[in-house]
């Protein structure tokens, strides 16, 4: 092969590993981390991480597991304490009855559905993922071997999916489809009734819905369901949970997952010759934010509300830009295709770039996440930063 190196790796590495691609937003946010280095100061939408501090009763309960020295290995799908506060709480929000064994602590929400994924979908099997999708869902399926059936939504509807989309992609070869609700990037909620439409056609055809509710306490619109909400269907759902966004925990890596005991046996297994269990006291930090005072969740989700108003508002004084009203998750997903072919802009990623170089905006272009004319913002940022952000793509738009 030739001496570049290229066919080397190719045939050193798996075919597998060959299949998936490092994350679309790696390369922005590389520049963007070299521009701070510079002492540029940035308007950064770019982390989907929330900018609060993880309340103090659940880094006190972490601090108190480490002096108690409970820091060895645990049981590898996670303590009972732990298992019992997600089932627990589960159940209390969304009247899901699932029991303890029914549930597979994870290091973080990325691994559950990851492991969900290399569980259940063999090669060949097809996976329904609805677009605009969060970037991780399309390697994870390809990682598999896993062939990924688009469902395209209709921005014009505000991206809603209904029973009668996911139908139209089933074929003999479905084995699962990947519902985010709210969703990353978009914010869209798929509305109670049609959710448990689709819950129920798969169940009626044997196919698995693998719902991540990463982001279901960030849901503005009040009316709140889960797949496991659905207890006649619990056979065919895997509901994919996190405590990263819900109490401000993304470094933590606590994330779990709740379905049929096979399938979570099968999880745990995999998880057994991978990562272990989760760090022992971020079980015991996961067990005070599960069965804590909620107060947190509440005046959070309050918070991004406000900013989410403030981003939609400050968009509306961007002549061009037009944007969703999204119900939950903190994106904002603004459509940007009156400024592709104006100044040399050739797409969304274009866009992104120039913001980037020009306005010292971090937005994420929408080709990560499946549509060619958004970008994606996230304003899990200070109030004053969503102010700074958007009169500099005022000035920076406004000049194409
Ligand atoms: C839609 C979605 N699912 C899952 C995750 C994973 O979250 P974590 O692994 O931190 O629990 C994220 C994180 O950004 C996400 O946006």
Same mark, same amino acid.
């Given at each position: 092969m030739s001496a570049s190196g290229v066919g080397v790796a190719a045939k050193v590495l798996t075919e597998r590993i060959n299949r998936i691609e490092v994350s679309a937003t790696m390369a922005i946010t590389a520049e963007a981390l070299k521009m701070k280095a510079a002492g540029i100061s940035l308007a950064d939408f /770019?982390?989907?991480? &929330?900018?609060f501090a993880t309340p103090r009763h659940i880094k006190d309960a972490a601090i108190d597991a480490i002096e108690k020295n409970f820091t060895r290995y645990t049981a590898v799908a996670g303590i009972p304490e732990v298992r019992k506060a997600v089932v627990e709480r589960h159940a209390c929000d969304f009247g899901s009855d699932y029991a303890p064994e029914e549930c597979v602590f994870t290091a973080g929400g990325k691994l559950a559905l990851f492991n969900a994924i290399q569980v259940l979908v063999e090669h060949g099997d097809e996976v329904i993922l609805p677009v605009p999708?969060?970037?991780s869902f399309k390697d994870m399926i390809q990682y598999s071997g896993g062939k990924v059936v688009l469902v395209e939504t209709d921005e014009r509807e505000d991206f809603r999916l209904t029973a009668k989309m996911i139908e139209a992609a089933i074929? &003999?070869?479905?084995k699962a489809i990947i519902l985010n609700?709210?969703?990353? &990037?978009?914010?869209?909620v798929v509305s109670p009734a049609d959710l448990e439409a689709i819950v129920r056609l798969a169940h009626a055809r044997g196919i698995y819905v693998l719902l991540?509710?990463?982001?279901?306490?960030?849901?503005?619109?009040?009316a709140v369901v889960s797949g496991g909400t659905f207890t006649d269907c619990k056979s065919h759902i895997l509901v994919m949970g996190s405590l990263s966004k819900t109490y401000a925990?993304? /470094?933590?890596?606590a994330g779990f997952a709740l379905g049929p005991k096979a399938i979570i046996g099968a999880m745990s297994k995999l998880q057994s010759q991978s990562?272990?269990?989760?760090?022992s006291f971020v079980q015991k930090a996961a067990v005070a934010a599960l069965t804590g005072d909620q107060a947190c969740v509440t005046e959070m989700r309050a918070d991004y509300l406000k900013l989410r108003d403030q981003v939609l508002a400050g968009f509306k004084?961007? &002549?061009g830009l037009t944007c969703t009203v999204p119900q939950g998750a903190f994106y904002v997903y603004p459509n940007v295709s009156a400024f592709?072919?104006?100044? /040399?802009?050739?797409?969304a990623a274009d866009l992104a770039a120039k913001l980037l170089s020009e306005a010292h905006v971090v937005v994420v272009p929408g080709e990560a996440f499946g549509t060619k004319e958004h970008v994606r913002l996230s304003y899990a940022v200070s109030g004053d930063v969503v102010d700074e952000g958007v009169k500099r793509m005022r000035e920076y738009l406004g000049r194409l």
């Open positions: /770019g982390a989907g991480e &929330p900018h999708y969060w970037v074929t &003999p070869k479905t609700t709210p969703s990353n &990037p978009s914010g869209a991540d509710e990463c982001y279901v306490y960030l849901t503005f619109t009040g925990m993304t /470094g933590w890596r990562t272990s269990n989760t760090t004084t961007i &002549p592709i072919g104006k100044g /040399g802009i050739k797409s």
